[in-house]
């Protein structure tokens, strides 16, 4: 039997709720409890987030907009997304939740869920938004259409965000339904790239977590060269980097890994489903991991061997891998253009070798534009010259020219004022475990 949507109770306080704990509509509606008033969250300042909202207020204004939906999800091409920016809150039990900005007037989240839930989050996110309401069983635009109708904007222009920009992904079509039912005279206006042009270029509180993420990248990159040897399987590599991250505060983007013999290799990249095959000595690791801290990532990667490199390898690496990324790397620096890039990737098939297709590419939450590859540059006109503050993530990947053995090298840099700034300080050559 379908379970039915709760119906509305409204906020219950404490000395109301603290009693009736075991039924369904007090718990879920608990306000202001003393439940987590000791945790620590770190946050950003009051400050930043002012600058956020009013930038993205005037991006509203820009468009004519008297609302918008901003949604944030657990997806790597989200990440959190704008919700996240927004209030510090990154979402894992929805496929997103959302912050419904007015022009006028404060925000209202709406979590995925009530009780001890939406308290903890109440904490967690009061720095940048005090109305918290729970979606009631997934009644997430039913929550919106009651806000909406009490700010009187039944009529208004309200922008709808993407939750994955780089797949153009919207809300979805049950929740878009529901607005379109209970507000047929409001204008729904599905807006594109409004987060990726509020936080391309980063804020000095956005690069120190930029700065964070980068050292939770090194951390995993030693963790993986400790716990490499004979007899372990590729997913301990990945449970080794993971661990690693999350005892510096951080958040996991993405662990790829794989391994693959040096004298017998199968393998240009590492896999994105890490698997149960059993590491032996001779054997060559090849990663891309992604760390997240408060919503920023970096991105690393560099070969780990088990014993020492063969001399195919050593060879590929002294004379392909390294001095291709060094010439690429070179044209991270401000005023540069994107295309400076891509031309210095043309050294491999110089070298008689090939490559995967992508190069570098920008982060601003996420993998964002510029996307360079071999053969196209992917973004806006505008990220395409390169600016203090944007982040570019280098990640060549040279290939044998049977395509049966690649290196990844990859590193995180911040653009400065006069050149680039790495975000990790992992060491440029062969890392030998075993």
């Known amino acids: 039997m379908n379970e039915q949507p709760r119906r509305p109770l409204g906020p219950q306080p404490w000395e109301v709720v ?6 369904s509509l007090p718990f879920a509606n608990m306000r202001d409890t003393p439940y987590y008033r000791d945790c620590v969250w770190e946050q950003f300042s009051p400050k930043e987030y002012a600058r956020r909202y009013a930038a ?43 912050v419904l900005v007015p022009l006028d007037g404060e925000p209202t989240m709406i979590y995925s869920m009530g009780g001890t839930h939406a308290e903890a989050v109440r904490r967690q996110v009061e720095v940048a ?19 909406l109708r009490e700010l009187k904007l039944e009529r208004g222009r309200i922008g709808l965000m993407e939750i994955d920009p780089r797949h153009g992904d919207y809300l979805p079509v049950n929740q878009y339904n529901t607005l379109r039912k209970e507000l047929p005279d409001a204008e729904l206006v599905f807006t594109k790239g409004f987060l990726h042009d509020l936080v391309v270029v980063h804020s000095a509180e956005e690069l120190d977590c930029v700065r964070k993420a980068g050292v939770l990248c090194q951390n995993a990159m030693e963790a993986m060269v400790a716990r490499a040897k004979p007899g372990v399987k590729e997913y301990e590599l990945k449970a080794a980097a993971a661990a690693a991250i999350m005892d510096g505060g951080g958040d ?15 393998l240009i990249f590492g896999n994105p489903r890490p ?32 014993g020492p490199p063969t ?25 540069k253009n994107a295309k400076a890039m891509q031309d210095a990737s043309k050294f491999f098939r110089d070298k008689g070798v090939q ?17 360079v590859t071999s053969d196209h540059i992917g973004g806006n006109e505008s990220d395409m010259l390169l600016k203090p503050g944007m982040i570019i993530m280098a990640e060549p990947n040279p290939i044998t020219a049977d395509g049966m053995f690649g290196i990844f090298l990859g590193h995180t840099f911040i653009v400065t004022e006069t050149g680039h700034e790495v975000t990790d300080t992992f060491p440029l050559e062969i890392a030998v475990a075993g």
Not at 18 to 23: A, E, N, S, V
Not at 132 to 143: D, F, K, L, M
Not at 311 to 335: C, H, N, Q, S
Request: proline fraction near 6%; hydrophobic fraction near 35%; charged fraction near 20%.
């Open 18 to 23: 603290r009693g009736k704990l075991d039924q």
């Open 56 to 98: 993205l207020r005037a991006k509203m204004k820009e468009h004519k907009l008297d609302a918008v939906v901003v949604p944030g999800g657990p997806s790597h091409w989200s990440f959190g997304a704008g919700m996240t920016w927004l209030t510090g809150h990154w979402e894992w039990h929805a496929l997103c939740c959302y």
């Open 129 to 147: 938004v005090k109305d918290v309401r729970h979606s009631r069983n997934g009644q997430y635009a039913q929550v919106m259409v009651e806000r």
């Open 252 to 266: 996991i983007d993405f662990l790829i890994i794989g391994t693959t013999p040096m004298d017998n290799p199968a």
């Open 275 to 306: 698997s149960g095959r059993v590491l032996k000595m001779g054997d060559m690791i090849n990663m891309e991991l992604a760390a997240g801290y408060r919503g920023y990532t970096s991105q690393i990667g560099s070969p780990i061997t088990l």
């Open 311 to 335: 001399d195919m390898v050593r060879k590929f690496w002294e004379e392909i891998t390294l001095p291709g990324y060094k010439k690429i790397i070179a044209e991270i620096a401000p005023g």
């Open 355 to 371: 490559s995967r297709p992508t190069q570098c590419h920008g982060i601003d939450i996420v993998t964002d534009s510029p996307h």
